[in-house]
């Protein structure tokens, strides 16, 4: 069975910055795209950030020069570094990975439960 689980959540001050973290464990032979969406309240669910297997990296728009993904392939984790921080980033932030798994051998998207980041002064 395939987890992902988020950390690095938490209460900080427009400007500043955190660090999120997702750590994937289970039976998976192979993890392609990983990514980040959020979902502020009474909003739906957006893209943040995705990352392929080989680096390529994509943004929306509102993140750009301000957030930076990156993942440890050898550890299978993905890591989002969230800078110059404002209130609308508000939001529970969720990670994703496409994930070919050992016991069903099928790709599939795994997701974990997410983690609260709230920018507030």
């Known amino acids: 069975q395939v987890q992902l689980v988020e950390s690095g959540g938490g209460l900080v001050q427009p400007g500043g910055s955190l660090r999120l973290s997702c750590a994937t464990s289970g039976s998976i032979r192979i993890i392609n795209t990983m990514g980040w969406y959020r979902r502020a309240p009474g909003k739906q669910r957006e893209l943040v950030a995705t990352i392929s297997q080989g680096g390529f990296t994509n943004y929306a728009d509102s993140v750009k020069g301000r957030f930076t993904i990156s993942r440890d392939n050898a550890m299978n984790t993905v890591y989002l570094q969230m800078n110059s921080l404002k209130p609308e980033d508000t939001a529970v932030y969720s990670c994703?990975?496409?994930?070919?798994?050992?016991?069903?051998?099928?790709?599939?998207?795994?997701w974990g439960r997410g983690t609260q980041v709230t920018v507030s002064s």
């Open positions: 994703t990975a496409y994930i070919l798994a050992v016991d069903t051998q099928k790709w599939d998207d795994y």
